[in-house]
């Protein structure tokens, strides 16, 4: 895999591993492949990777999974990204990927500390949603389940034909996309669909349609500035996708106004007393595997500076979202499409 790292083989192919072993388990059909954008993998030494359990079995599980994915890109230096977003999702009941932190060791040597990311597959669905049988598509495209059945993918195609909210009602769950879009504004995500980025999944649930599903979240927080207005606010770097549904449920005076009181109601997951608890007690839990980690893409003191700026930055969004949310709760509107609320 180091001459597929230095080459950034794209798709990276799987090899097999001798064993994966967890704590006193042992699965010795396991498989490994390098993960992540290859356009990243010449800013860092640190190999990302993804450890398969179904590769040669396809009902081949390691504690209900499939699949791990083991994350630590070179730009998330405070480690914590990924784990903070998902437990604001967590804390509001709503489908996310979880998230913890796992040190990997290679033939007995430490090779380094990584963030733990649960895989959107169907085995994501089935503890998400009562009814886990519909489609998942990756960046609402790639097809991730039933794959070998060959079916009408006709409903994705219409989605993106469709953006009107409106329009879009007959196939989509609307309100629950808006709602999701809101938390992403909330803490910033920088990489999902809200910002013009394409981190997510869409999956059409059978009797809802269409829902949205964040993931890979380790450019949320401090990667954007804590004064980005939720309504108005996108990438606008070489990775501005763009984001077509957003646009028009936030150009439409009735949605606008839904999106924005999803933020009003979604605001209080982001208390600064609960966040900085967390990321404390995050901290102080990888320190020692950060400050050992022989691969790291950043020294320790970078971590500490990273940990310390995400801290900082809490209370700074928590303080804007507050003001920000204070004129749609009261009964605000806008009414020059500006996107702003007028009182």
Not at 56 to 77: F, H, I, M, Q, T
Not at 86 to 104: E, K, T, V, Y
Not at 167 to 188: K, N, S
Not at 296 to 312: G, I
Request: hydrophobic share 40%; proline share 5%; glycine share 6%.
């Amino acid at each position: 895999m180091q001459a597929e790292y230095a080459a950034a083989v794209d798709p990276a192919p799987y090899h097999p591993l001798i064993a994966f072993r967890h704590m006193d388990d042992v699965v010795e059909n396991a498989m490994i492949r390098l993960r992540a954008n290859p356009s990243h993998w010449a800013a860092q030494e640190k190999m990302q990777f993804q450890i398969s359990f179904n590769e040669k079995d396809p009902e081949g599980r390691y504690a209900g999974l499939r699949k791990l994915v083991l994350d630590s890109a070179y730009y998330n230096k405070s480690h914590l990204r990924d784990r903070l977003a998902a437990s604001i999702f967590q804390d509001l009941g709503l489908p996310a990927a979880c998230a913890n932190h796992a040190r990997l060791e290679v033939n007995g040597v430490y090779y380094g500390l990584y963030t733990n990311l649960e895989k959107i597959d169907h085995e994501f669905l089935e503890r998400a949603f009562a009814d886990h049988d519909g489609l998942l598509y990756k960046k609402g495209e790639e097809l991730k389940t039933h794959e070998d059945e060959s079916p009408d993918t006709s409903r994705r195609d219409l989605f993106w034909q469709t953006v009107l909210p409106g329009d879009l009602e007959a196939i989509a769950d609307v309100d629950q996309m808006v709602g999701m879009w809101a938390v992403e504004a909330i803490v910033p995500d920088a990489d999902g669909y809200w910002a013009g980025g394409w981190n997510m999944y869409l999956y059409d649930h059978p009797s809802r349609g269409f829902v949205y599903i964040p993931y890979d979240l380790d450019l949320a927080f401090d990667s954007v500035v804590t004064s980005a207005d939720p309504a108005i606010w996108h990438k606008e770097n070489e990775r501005y996708n763009g984001r077509p549904h957003v646009e028009a449920a936030l150009g439409d005076h009735a949605w606008l106004r839904r999106f924005a009181l999803h933020v009003a109601a979604a605001k209080d997951a982001y208390d600064p007393a609960v966040l900085q608890a967390r990321i404390d007690r995050w901290a102080a839990q990888i320190a020692d595997a950060v400050a050992a980690d022989p691969h790291a893409p950043f020294t320790y003191d970078e971590h500490v500076a990273a940990v310390a700026r995400l801290r900082a930055s809490i209370a700074d969004r928590a303080a804007y979202l507050r003001d920000w949310a204070a004129c749609w709760e009261a009964g605000g509107t806008d009414t020059t499409g500006d996107r702003v609320c007028d009182p």
